[in-house]
């Protein structure tokens, strides 16, 4: 075997590992999220009588917040049925020796517990499964308007004013990229519009939810989830964490653009090499995803087409900046602007302190709020 057959084995083994990880976390998504209940309610049994009296409604609640963990684990294991085929009908669950079938866990999740050495990981992957929820919130309900007009609404704008109705007479022939799609609304809705668009997200954790969203649901608000009863500080009353939220808003498999539409499934800078592909590149929230946001830009140059436009929304997180095993850069905007025109781009719109939330519970006493840059740039057709 040559070396680099046996790298491409190891990259395989290390694929199918980490999916059968991310199943794992969505399994094990409500008793992750009921160890902290019963840690409330353990604290609450050891204090003194007077107290657990005074508590009485509070614990009503947290039996009302079990129910409310039933429901997003009906949610959670539709998003996750099938999904060991979801990808050109390659068997994920295929284990070292070639055995076909799901992994068994050989668990009762009402009774089991982890290993405690596995705890912490598992803990950190079901808060991911936690904030999927708060994303479908955020997409595809009629909760998450607010935010979609504030984050997609100019992006949106933008590309109808760059490319108008009166003007295009075949809007299917613009072709528009969106990584980092998330779970596929925004792109949905540019080719909703008319336009070729495609998605490319990298999380395994939306890439299931979206899948299942896109492809199963087919009537408006058919499903409940409950996004906020993971929020356990800063409500004002346990109603709020117990709030409820129907999705989807409008049908997506129904009303889909077709062929017009399509979500891939990869790393960007992998995935997309061909120069001069596409006429428009929307990013929102996504840049500051790269441990060296050079390259990201670079790659959006390289593959638009002359005359190409770039539109960008967000903040500039710089999710690695902490991350020690990472090597990560971190320039601010103004640094950043003077990177985008060295390599090459027209800047034709910029502006700065625009209001933006991500995933936001709208009743939380503490609300996080982005200051986010809005930015328009061309590919010059003379390079």
């Given at each position: 075997?040559?070396?680099?057959?046996?790298?491409?084995?190891?990259?395989?083994?290390?694929?199918?590992?980490?999916?059968?990880?991310v199943v794992t976390a969505f399994?094990?998504?409500?008793?992750?999220?009921?160890?902290?209940?019963?840690?409330?309610?353990?604290?609450?049994?050891?204090?003194?009588?007077?107290?657990?009296?005074?508590?009485?409604?509070?614990?009503?609640?947290?039996?009302?917040?079990?129910?409310?963990?039933?429901?997003?684990?009906?949610?959670?294991?539709?998003?996750?049925?099938?999904?060991?085929?979801?990808?050109?009908?390659?068997?994920?669950?295929?284990?070292?020796?070639?055995?076909?079938?799901?992994?068994?866990?050989?668990?009762?999740?009402?009774?089991?517990?982890?290993?405690?050495?596995?705890?912490?990981?598992?803990?950190?992957?079901?808060?991911?499964?936690?904030?999927?929820?708060?994303?479908?919130?955020?997409?595809?309900?009629?909760?998450?308007?607010?935010?979609?007009?504030?984050?997609?609404?100019?992006?949106?704008?933008?590309?109808?004013?760059?490319?108008?109705?009166?003007?295009?007479?075949?809007?299917?022939?613009?072709?528009?990229?969106?990584?980092?799609?998330?779970?596929?609304?925004?792109?949905?809705?540019?080719?909703?519009?008319?336009?070729?668009?495609?998605?490319?997200?990298?999380?395994?954790?939306?890439?299931?939810?979206?899948?299942?969203?896109?492809?199963?649901?087919?009537?408006?608000?058919?499903?409940?989830?409950?996004?906020?009863?993971?929020?356990?500080?800063?409500?004002?009353?346990?109603?709020?964490?117990?709030?409820?939220?129907?999705?989807?808003?409008?049908?997506?498999?129904?009303?889909?653009?077709?062929?017009?539409?399509?979500?891939?499934?990869?790393?960007?800078?992998?995935?997309?090499?061909?120069?001069?592909?596409?006429?428009?590149?929307?990013?929102?929230?996504?840049?500051?995803?790269?441990?060296?946001?050079?390259?990201?830009?670079?790659?959006?140059?390289?593959?638009?087409?002359?005359?190409?436009?770039?539109?960008?929304?967000?903040?500039?997180?710089?999710?690695?900046?902490?991350?020690?095993?990472?090597?990560?850069?971190?320039?601010?905007?103004?640094?950043?602007?003077?990177?985008?025109?060295?390599?090459?781009?027209?800047?034709?719109?910029?502006?700065?302190?625009?209001?933006?939330?991500?995933?936001?519970n709208p009743n939380s006493m503490?609300?996080?709020?982005?200051?986010?840059?809005?930015?328009?740039?061309?590919?010059?057709?003379?390079?």
């Amino acid at each position: 075997m040559s070396s680099m057959q046996a790298a491409e084995e190891i990259d395989e083994a290390k694929e199918r590992a980490h999916f059968r990880a991310v199943v794992t976390a969505f399994k094990y998504y409500k008793l992750c999220s009921l160890d902290r209940i019963h840690k409330s309610e353990k604290i609450i049994s050891t204090l003194p009588a007077s107290h657990q009296r005074r508590l009485g409604k509070y614990k009503t609640y947290l039996t009302k917040f079990k129910k409310c963990l039933d429901v997003n684990n009906s949610i959670v294991h539709m998003i996750i049925k099938d999904v060991d085929t979801m990808f050109e009908n390659v068997d994920h669950s295929v284990d070292s020796n070639g055995a076909n079938g799901t992994e068994s866990f050989g668990c009762n999740y009402n009774n089991c517990e982890i290993a405690s050495h596995k705890q912490h990981k598992m803990q950190h992957d079901v808060e991911k499964v936690q904030s999927v929820l708060k994303n479908i919130v955020r997409d595809w309900s009629e909760l998450g308007a607010p935010e979609r007009l504030q984050c997609y609404k100019p992006i949106l704008d933008e590309i109808d004013e760059r490319y108008p109705e009166e003007e295009v007479r075949n809007r299917s022939h613009i072709k528009i990229l969106v990584p980092g799609a998330g779970l596929g609304r925004l792109a949905w809705e540019i080719a909703a519009r008319g336009f070729t668009c495609q998605g490319n997200e990298f999380s395994l954790f939306m890439l299931f939810a979206s899948n299942f969203i896109l492809n199963r649901c087919d009537e408006i608000n058919q499903y409940t989830v409950h996004p906020w009863v993971h929020q356990h500080v800063n409500n004002l009353t346990c109603c709020h964490q117990l709030l409820e939220a129907r999705f989807p808003d409008v049908t997506p498999s129904a009303e889909s653009p077709g062929r017009h539409f399509s979500m891939t499934a990869g790393d960007f800078l992998k995935v997309y090499t061909e120069p001069d592909e596409w006429h428009c590149v929307a990013t929102c929230f996504f840049i500051d995803c790269a441990p060296n946001v050079i390259e990201f830009i670079e790659r959006i140059y390289s593959i638009l087409q002359p005359g190409g436009y770039w539109i960008n929304l967000g903040p500039l997180l710089y999710h690695y900046s902490d991350t020690p095993t990472e090597n990560s850069i971190e320039p601010p905007y103004d640094i950043l602007l003077d990177i985008i025109r060295d390599i090459g781009f027209d800047i034709l719109k910029e502006k700065t302190g625009v209001k933006t939330k991500y995933a936001q519970n709208p009743n939380s006493m503490m609300q996080h709020e982005y200051d986010s840059v809005f930015f328009v740039c061309r590919k010059p057709y003379c390079v």
